[in-house]
């Protein structure tokens, strides 16, 4: 089916801008203690997007947070958490939700490293994970997150 849904956004000054098509495949919370950190704030908040679904623009985004294997981006001049990519994830993008213009309407589908949750936080998650699902329940759980969104 064509879907005619695009998001645009861009970092907190507006020198990397984003523009994505199609829905995310599914929307995350994270409550571990480096999002906790990056965001400074109590959790992230992600949107998976297949790579080719993703164009970014102006400022070439640079490596902050992990180095490794997981790499989170940043812009370049007001170091705001722009995407996340693993290599382990393959052609997907893992765009801040907070970034988009509207796709952060969407509630989180699911909450990950729970088990790491400041106490006072209740997000309305479908489904929560102590720690982060194991690769095998994605399929299911991207399944599930696209018959919610129709
Ligand atoms: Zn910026
Ligand atoms: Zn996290």
Request: glycine share 6%; hydrophobic share 40%; with cysteine.
């Amino acid at each position: 089916m064509e879907s005619a849904d695009e998001y645009h956004g861009s970092c907190r000054c507006g020198q990397v801008t984003l523009k994505v098509k199609g829905k995310p495949l599914i929307t995350m919370a994270c409550h571990c203690k480096g999002c906790q950190r990056m965001t400074a704030s109590a959790f992230s908040l992600s949107a998976l997007f297949p790579q080719e679904s993703v164009e970014i623009t102006g400022l070439e985004p640079v490596i902050g947070g992990m180095h490794g294997e997981l790499r989170h981006h940043f812009c370049p001049h007001c170091l705001s958490w722009i995407f996340t990519r693993a290599e382990m994830m393959g052609p997907l993008i893992n765009i801040r939700a907070t970034m988009l213009d509207s796709a952060v309407e969407q509630a989180p589908f699911i909450e990950t490293c729970a088990s790491e949750k400041l106490s006072w936080v209740t997000l309305p998650a479908r489904h929560s994970y102590a720690q982060f699902p194991p690769m095998e329940d994605f399929q299911k759980l991207m399944s599930e997150f696209a018959q919610t969104t129709g």
